[in-house]
């Protein structure tokens, strides 16, 4: 169904991105593309529907096949019968405001008749479960909706491949999971050939026919337990495999818990973190926040202490964002105060703002504005007043080997948010506050992530991230607050919050139970 003979491709003025790929893809199958931030996924991806290098640019080499067809040189738009492709921020991709409308907007293009339209709209309403949707603003939908009506956008075409970059990467566990069964279901039931990139490999990897890892320029592809022996990229689930010496290595928590019993009667109980006991760096009492009638965050009370790090979860739309702009003043607040270093960031200068509390948005790049990488950093230098190459460093830890001289906006998405990564950190502010941080960022990337921020707080600074990726937040969190409709229905230490929750919890303590939250954990128990 899909075929790549010798390619070689290369982004102008720069060096391969991979040379002489070959790779076949099977009709009915569901192919999990992985690698580091930046290896080439998503060019990888694009090839398949012609963006690349139609829109990019670049140079390539060798034939790209589509159903026996060459594709090579061809635009887009002729190949959108074949291949549905859906981008990382399906929102970004939306032309219609209504979700009946997008669905019907391909065939438009397509000029199909409009009995086969209505037809059409009605089956992928039925098929993805969205019929109670039809006439909602795709704007008020949540992220688990918003990513099914793309999907929908795309199936309505009915494409013989469908490509999806980061699909679950900004939805909260239940909503990934709905998804990816609802892919699934596709490949089973249509015969779609499905090819997904996904960094929170956990996710993907039970679902998958086989794998392709594309790493150091190369692209290698097999089965899956096969690839993950030795893949640069690995789920936590994988890496515990590995630690016991499981042969061959689980690909799902059922497998896992199977073969558990000798790996628990090797490791000691887990001694008690302590908790946190620093003075509070963050108080905020009653913080509320409107959007006209609906009330998006209710009544919030939180407390972050000097060396803590709060992670904040719940489903999408819960209104943890909400609370984080308020929390930064760059949101109005409809009830409530905020302290943080003895005065309310919303009464002070942006300036001063940003040193009491920095924060990085969901949308990352906003925050970018310069031309080169090496601008944004020696900007983010001056503007801390700190030595020049501080927030170069901090970018090194987190995505190694990005050129300088290249403009933020052709950067990858995990390139892009270690860039902002870098540029808020540098500047050190008593409370660091981010809003999905991990996006793009592949499990190098994180656990670098994690360990800045662990500094951070060991240096007397209050953290709170809000995340969907409960592998992070098992990994950095001391304290995990839960919100839903607005409002803080748990919070406690993280061993607790975490393993005791089914949509919360990592694999690691779906595995051995609880207080067992990561690999790093176990590991220490058994060195």
């Known amino acids: 169904m899909l075929e790549l003979r010798d390619v070689s491709f290369a982004y102008p003025d720069g060096d391969w991105t991979w040379q002489h790929v070959d790779l076949r893809l099977e009709e009915g199958e569901l192919v999990l593309a992985c690698g580091r931030t930046g290896s080439g996924k998503s060019t990888l991806l694009g090839l398949f529907n012609g963006l690349v290098p139609h829109f990019t640019g670049g140079t390539l080499a060798g034939d790209v096949l589509v159903d026996g067809r060459s594709v090579v040189g061809v635009p887009p738009r002729e190949l959108a ?7 990382q921020d399906p929102l970004s991709g939306f032309v219609s405001d209504v979700v009946e409308d997008e669905l019907a907007y391909g065939m438009e293009q397509l000029g199909l008749p409009p009995q086969t339209m209505r037809r059409r709209v009605e089956e992928t309403l039925d098929l993805l479960g969205i019929a109670d949707l039809r006439r909602r ?54 015969g779609l050939t499905v090819v997904v990139a996904e960094h929170r490999m956990e996710r993907v990897v039970p679902f998958a026919d086989r794998l392709v890892v594309v790493d150091g320029g190369t692209v290698t592809v097999g089965a899956p337990a096969a690839l ?26 059922r497998e896992a818990r199977r073969r558990r019993t000798d790996l628990q009667a090797r490791l000691a109980e887990p001694g008690t973190a302590p908790a946190p006991a620093g003075e509070p760096v963050l108080t905020a ?45 760059a949101l109005k607040r409809a009830g409530g105060s905020v302290d943080v270093g003895g005065g309310d960031p919303a009464g002070l200068s942006s300036a001063e703002a940003r040193a009491r509390i920095g924060l990085v948005p969901q949308t990352a790049a906003d925050l970018l504005y310069l031309e080169t990488v090496a601008d944004e950093c020696a900007t983010a230098d001056e503007q ?44 050190c502010p008593s409370v660091v506050v981010l809003d999905e941080p991990t996006r793009g960022l592949d499990y190098a990337g994180k656990a670098e992530l994690a360990a800045i921020l662990r500094d951070l707080a060991d240096q007397g600074h209050g953290i709170v991230v809000a995340s969907h990726d409960v592998e ?5 969190a001391d304290t995990v607050v ?32 609880a207080p067992w939250l990561t690999v790093h954990q176990v590991r220490e128990a058994m060195a």
């Not at 690995?234 to 290595?249: C, I, K």
């Not at 006209?292 to 209710?298: C, F, K, L």
């Not at 748990?490 to 139970?513: D, H, M, N, T």
């Open 81 to 87: 019968h074949l291949v549905g492709y859906v981008p």
């Open 137 to 190: 603003p795709i704007r008020a939908l949540s992220g688990g909706q918003q990513q099914r009506v793309a999907i929908g956008a795309v199936l309505t075409m009915h494409p013989r491949v469908l490509v999806l970059d980061e699909p679950t990467s900004a939805l909260d566990p239940t909503a990934a999971e709905d998804v990816l069964a609802t892919v699934a279901r596709l490949v089973d039931d249509l």
């Open 228 to 253: 993950l022996v030795d893949s640069p990229v690995a789920p936590p689930l994988v890496e515990l495999g590995r630690l016991a010496g499981w042969d061959p290595l689980p690909l799902s928590v």
């Open 285 to 329: 009492r009653g913080v509320s926040v409107t959007y006209t009638s609906h009330v998006a965050v209710r009544e919030v009370d939180l407390l972050v202490r000097a060396g803590e790090v709060v992670g904040l979860m719940g489903r999408n739309g819960s209104g943890k964002s909400s609370l984080l702009w308020a929390l930064r003043g």
């Open 384 to 427: 801390a007043e700190v030595a020049p190459g501080t927030c170069r460093g901090l970018l090194d830890r987190l995505a190694p080997g990005i050129d300088e001289a290249r403009h933020p906006r052709d950067l990858s998405e995990g390139q892009r948010l270690a860039l902002v990564l870098a540029v808020v950190l540098t500047s």
């Open 472 to 476: 992070f937040v098992a990994e950095v």
């Open 482 to 513: 839960v919100m839903a409709e607005g409002e803080i229905v748990s919070r406690g230490p993280a061993a607790e919050v975490l393993a005791e929750s089914p949509s919360f919890a990592p694999q690691v303590s779906k595995v051995l139970g």
